[in-house]
Every structure is written in C-alpha cells, then in structure tokens.
C-alpha cells in the first residue's frame, strides 16, 4: 500500500516544492542522467550535435582565412619588390590606424564615462554615445544629457501632479465613526 507520508511532516505537506533537507537528499544532474537512460541518450544527441555545428563553424572560418591568405600570397607573386614592399607598407599602416582609432575610442569612452558621472547621469548611458571623434562625442554627451533630464522631469511632474484632494465633511463626529457609518450604510 502506498502512503503520502507528506501529509504528516512538520509543514503539513506545504513546503510549496522547496527541498528543506539542505541537499542531502537531491537529485543532482548526473543522478538524473545515471538514472535514465533516455536522459542520457538526449543529452549526448544535443552535446554531439552542438559539437558538430561549433566544428562546422570553426571549419568555415578557417577556409575563409585560408583562401584570403592564398589571395593575398597570388597577389604578392605577380608583384614585384618595390610593389611588394609598398604594399607591406599600406598594410602595416592600415593596422597602425586601426589600433590609433581603437585606442582613441577607448580614451573617449574613459573621458565620456567621467563626464557622465560629473553631470549626475547613469554611466550605463555610455552605450550609446557616438565615439566618432572627441566632438561628436560631446555632442551626443549633451543630447543624452537634454533627454535624460527632460524625461526624469515629465516623469517627476507626472508623480507630483496626482489628482485632486478631497476635502472632508465637516461634522463633529471622528473618523471612525464616519467610518462605521459608511461600512454600516448609514448616511450622514
């Protein structure tokens, strides 16, 4: 015969699903796979499809990297050494100015955040900032600026204007008579 033992535990049965034995008894992950086979067939399917599609993925990068190394290196065999030698150079360039631009933005992005902070604004308000150049982004500073304040000031008056107040009855007898009155139906 089956019994529901937990109709005679200190909750009264009502522990709402929470374990309350500190986990000595739960069912860890592992249990559950050990314990059902099906369990564990699923998830190895899902960890070896996930697998496959991350291969997949890594095996199409590296192609990609591939084929724009063999271009670069058939365009270098049909230069010459002064061709070759220029176009080292543009290359070299290209990251210098890309690394500048990168160091640039994170030095806006740095200054940008100490502004925000020395006008009052939340810091989380640098995400949409435009770091194009030192201008641009002061101007977006300033924008954000006007917006965040125009809406904290709707959204203050919109708090304090509420409606309007009643005015209470003038009569001699205390709230809680009033009170009873009304829960008693009487009208005054």
Do not use: W
Request: negative net charge; aromatic residues 4%.
């Amino acid at each position: 015969m089956k019994m529901n033992l937990h109709y005679f535990d200190e909750n009264g049965g009502n522990d709402n699903g929470v374990n309350n034995d500190n986990g000595a008894g739960a069912v860890t992950f592992d249990d559950m796979l050990k314990g059902n086979s099906e369990y564990q067939s699923e998830f190895d399917r899902r960890i070896s499809k996930a697998l496959e599609t991350a291969k997949g993925k890594m095996k199409a990068e590296m192609e990609s990297k591939i084929e724009e190394a063999k271009n670069e290196a058939a365009k270098l065999a049909k230069m010459n050494a002064e061709e070759k030698a220029k176009h080292e150079a543009e290359k070299r360039e290209n990251a210098l100015t890309e690394r500048e631009k990168a160091v640039a933005k994170r030095e806006l992005m740095i200054e940008a955040a100490g502004m925000l902070k020395e006008k009052n604004l939340p810091a989380e308000l640098a995400d949409i900032l435009n770091y194009a150049d030192a201008d641009e982004c002061k101007k977006s500073i300033e924008s954000v600026e006007k917006a965040f304040t125009a809406a904290v000031e709707k959204s203050v008056n919109e708090k304090l204007k509420g409606g309007t107040m009643k005015k209470a009855p003038e009569s001699n007898e205390t709230d809680l008579e009033r009170l009873f009155k009304e829960q008693m139906g009487i009208r005054y």
